[in-house]
């Protein structure tokens, strides 16, 4: 017989497993499923940052054309930091993708980076998030 406080320590450990294993196998269903080899999320994530990247170097090249005010230079730094971090998010959701063949491994493989590079894509998402309001506030100060 366990005492109350292993019991719960004992719980807690399972219902962590279980949890794992749930998202473990709805992600690793979703990518094998998946035409492009990526979740959902990954896909959408992927389409905002490289709109993102898009729009900030498109900017960065109309301001490199002029000569820069101070308040253009601190856009422009703005946009390139945003490029940055899109670049940055492109390439750690291309890592969460199936690559090749329709393949078990493989899925796996995309499956295991997902989980495993969770955490890693939440802060580079505030990243990206913090990017995009210093590039907001660059631009209302240059319209003022």
Sequence with gaps: MLDPLTALGLAGNVI?????????????REIHNSLTGATEENDALEALSQSTKDAAEALIAELNSNPATRNESHLRDSA????????????????????????????????????????KKKRILEDLDRCQQNLQISLVRLLR
């Design 16 to 28: 962590q497993t279980v949890d794992f294993t749930a998202k473990l196998g709805s992600a690793l």
């Design 80 to 119: 390139t930091d945003c490029s940055n971090v899109s670049q940055h998010v492109i390439d750690i959701t291309a890592r969460m993708k199936r690559s090749g063949s329709r393949s078990l491994k493989r899925s796996l493989r995309a499956t295991w980076h997902v989980l495993w590079d969770d955490s």
